[in-house]
Each structure stands twice: as structure tokens, then as C-alpha cells.
């Protein structure tokens, strides 16, 4: 089954707040890593956090990973109309570390 | 200076057609991938090379055939074309190990609509 779950499927909020989606996985992971797609678009790769990190930071991103919990959440601050896109968390479990499972993802709607 | 392209963008074909998707990379990667994305924005891989070799089949019906030339591309042939088939196709690599982990680059995605 799909590894990772997220929650909310759909997040609408007004410029200037901040946006936290979650995803949780079932199994070990070697990292977890979250992207971003735009409408008619290809994902792109926002950050990666491993499983011996607890958070991470990249510009108004935060990552954090509860590995005991098998839960991840970023956090969007001061939200942009710009920031409008899909979100989804993917888990990197192989020890060949080529293969990546994504999840459902979280629709960001943020309002002008 | 596209990193990973794919073409065509738009695919509009009839029930048993044979149709193909080009991809290339000029990032440098020696992994190449297939992702599968359906109406719902449900991703999944279907493919990966590395090196040229098959590392990853999944559970995809013969109808579809990978091929790569060289591990700067990877080219994805679809036979007798049916309605299920109607998705958007991601052609991605990636760099084993880098940054410790498995970053991947995604092209901008295949609209594939068989009617």
C-alpha cells in the first residue's frame, strides 16, 4: 500500500499565514523529502530532511520528522499567493536509495 | 537550459494506438525514472535505469517498454493504447547518494488522454 498519507487533502488560507501540512509513513526511512507541483506542472524537490534529523529550516520552510511517531510536517510561513501548489512528502526507504514513495499529497490554496 | 525534458507535452490518441514519450537529462545522473501521476495526483513510479540497466518494474502491464539508449535518456513506449492509460507521465533522474539522499529531478510531465 501507498507509503505516505497526507493530511489535510486541501488547505486554503489568506496571504501572510502560515501553512502546516503533515504526512505520516509506515515503515523505516532512510530520508523524507517534500516537493512542491504547480498546476500543469513537474514536482520540485523543496528540501529533505534525514532520519537522524529532528528539523530543518530552508528559507520559509520548516521540516520536522517524529521518526517514533512515522510523521513529518512542513510548515509554510508568512504564505504567498505564489506558494499556491500541491505538496507531497516522499519517503526514501531502500538501501539502494533509488526509489521514492510518494504520498497523496495536500492542495495549497493561498487567498490574496 | 532544461534539466530534464520530455516530449511530447500534450498526447491526445485513439484506443490501440502505439505511442511514445522521449526523455533526456542533461544533468549528468545515472538514474533515470518513469512516474505515473492519475487524475487524483496519485504519483507512482513505474521504471528506473541506472546506468542503462533496469533496477526498478513495477507492477506495469507489458504494454509499456522502457528503453534507454544511454543513461542520459530514457524513452517510454506504450502499446495498444487503452482508456486506463490516460494520465500524465514524468520522466525524472536522479544522482545516487546525492546529498546523502535521492534528490529527484522531474520534467515538466506527459498529458496523455486516450479516447
Known amino acids: 500500500s501507498q507509503q505516505g498519507e497526507e493530511d489535510p487533502q486541501a488547505l486554503s488560507i489568506q496571504e501572510g499565514e502560515n501553512a502546516t501540512m503533515n504526512c505520516s509513513y509506515k515503515?523505516?526511512?532512510?530520508?523524507l523529502q517534500w516537493y512542491r507541483q504547480n498546476s500543469g506542472r513537474g514536482l520540485v524537490h523543496l528540501i529533505l530532511?534525514?532520519?537522524?534529523?529532528r528539523e530543518k529550516h530552508s528559507g520559509r520552510l520548516r521540516v520536522t520528522l517524529d521518526t517514533s511517531k512515522k510523521s513529518s510536517s512542513l510548515l509554510i510561513t508568512a504564505s504567498r499567493a505564489a506558494d499556491t501548489a500541491s505538496y507531497f512528502c516522499a519517503t526514501d526507504a531502500g538501501a539502494s536509495g533509488s526509489r521514492l514513495t510518494f504520498g497523496e499529497g495536500t492542495q495549497l490554496t493561498v487567498n490574496p | 537550459d532544461t534539466a530534464v525534458s520530455q516530449t511530447p507535452k500534450y498526447l491526445v490518441t485513439q484506443m490501440g494506438n502505439d505511442k511514445s514519450i522521449k526523455c533526456e537529462q542533461n544533468l549528468g545522473h545515472d538514474t533515470m525514472y518513469w512516474y505515473k501521476q492519475d487524475s487524483k495526483k496519485f504519483l507512482k513510479i513505474m521504471f528506473s535505469y541506472n546506468n542503462k540497466e533496469l533496477i526498478i518494474n513495477e507492477t506495469v502491464p507489458n504494454r509499456f517498454s522502457p528503453k534507454s539508449p544511454d543513461k542520459a535518456h530514457l524513452n517510454l513506449h506504450i502499446n495498444s493504447l487503452e482508456l486506463g492509460d490516460s494520465a500524465v507521465y514524468f520522466c525524472?533522474?536522479?544522482?545516487?547518494?546525492?546529498?546523502?539522499?535521492?534528490?529527484?529531478?522531474f520534467g515538466e510531465g506527459s498529458w496523455l488522454t486516450v479516447v
Open positions: 515503515t523505516s526511512i532512510n530520508n
Open positions: 525524472a533522474s536522479s544522482s545516487r547518494g546525492h546529498q546523502g539522499g535521492n534528490t529527484i529531478y
Open positions: 530532511i534525514r532520519s537522524n534529523e
